[in-house]
């Protein structure tokens, strides 16, 4: 945390946090009132909504660290709502618009805080502030993602690694020659079929046939509608189970992607209320238990 944010003085002067939303309050009234309803409209589309799209995700990885401040007692009380700037970024952006495009004559003390820093969270007495990053990046969709380093980066080296909205691991895409086995079991849903992709990549046998190669894995089922069971021994005591299911659609370059999803060791259906009973171990029965029922419930009509 202490490489993240900087405690420093209250924002100019010492604003109390009940200062700053009557501020930004009465700069809200003054553009309201002078504004007509249709430009207003516009301006929320062109200015407002892009800006916060963007900050969201970027305020969904500092908000923990944020709050971890008051948690630990560092800050007196103060209205939680009055964090600043993902709530007030968009609002920002319009203000601006209004009093340098439009003349209409603002209080520019906020405009100034929020131009100068990152993230900034006004407490009473004090403020959080978080510096600028100096690497943000995303992708079409608007989620955290680069292919070869980090996400996020601040010029203290704080940083976050992204594939697509997915949290990674810095090797994975930095070293991903460091990606181990045991990682990719411990690794989430989401971060595990990234990992799988970008195991062993550039060699003969990549991805999750390599995976499942210095996993000691044994094929327990193939079946063509529902995928393959694989079983890997890590531990004997507590045998892991791998289905591997092909995706339906395929990709733009014509290929069909395939996934590994960890199931129960005995295939029992997590139903509410807890497990039901013990299955085969059978793809379909794999396939099944996913969706809380037995191979002989689970009939699809439509696959995706």
């Not at 630990?72 to 340098?100: E, I, K, M, N, Q």
Request: charged content about 20%.
């Amino acid at each position: 945390m202490a490489e993240a944010l900087s405690c420093v003085e209250a924002l100019n002067g010492g604003w109390p946090a009940v200062a700053i939303d009557l501020a930004r309050r009465r700069m809200l009234g003054v553009y309201a009132g002078a504004v007509s309803l249709p430009l207003r409209v516009s301006l929320r589309q062109l200015l407002m909504q892009p800006v916060r799209q963007r900050v969201r995700p970027l305020s969904a990885l500092l908000l923990p660290t944020l709050r971890t401040a008051v948690e630990v007692g560092l800050s007196r009380h103060a209205d939680p709502a009055c964090f600043g700037a993902p709530r007030w970024l968009g609002t920002a952006a319009l203000l601006d618009y209004l009093d340098r495009v439009l003349g209409l004559p603002l209080d520019r003390r906020f405009l100034d805080t929020v131009e100068g820093c990152g993230l900034f969270w006004p407490r009473d007495g004090l403020c959080f502030a978080a510096e600028r990053p100096s690497y943000f990046n995303w992708d079409e969709a608007g989620q955290l993602h680069c292919a070869v380093g980090p996400s996020v980066a601040y010029p203290s080296g704080w940083s976050w690694w992204h594939r697509h909205g997915v949290p990674l691991p810095r090797q994975v895409l930095e070293a991903p020659e460091r990606i181990t086995p045991e990682a990719i079991r411990q690794a989430a849903p989401a971060a595990r079929r990234v990992m799988l992709e970008h195991y062993r990549a550039g060699e003969p046998v990549a991805g999750i046939a390599a995976y499942l190669r210095d996993s000691g894995a044994r094929l327990l089922d193939h079946d063509p509608d529902f995928g393959k069971l694989w079983r890997i021994d890590t531990d004997p005591a507590v045998p892991m189970l791998m289905l591997e299911v092909e995706n339906r659609t395929p990709e733009p370059d014509g290929a069909y992607q395939h996934f590994l999803l960890r199931v129960d060791p005995e295939l029992r259906p997590l139903r509410r209320g807890g497990f039901g009973k013990w299955q085969h171990p059978t793809a379909r029965n794999a396939v099944a238990s996913t969706f809380g029922l037995t191979g002989a419930e689970y009939g699809p009509q439509v696959e995706t």
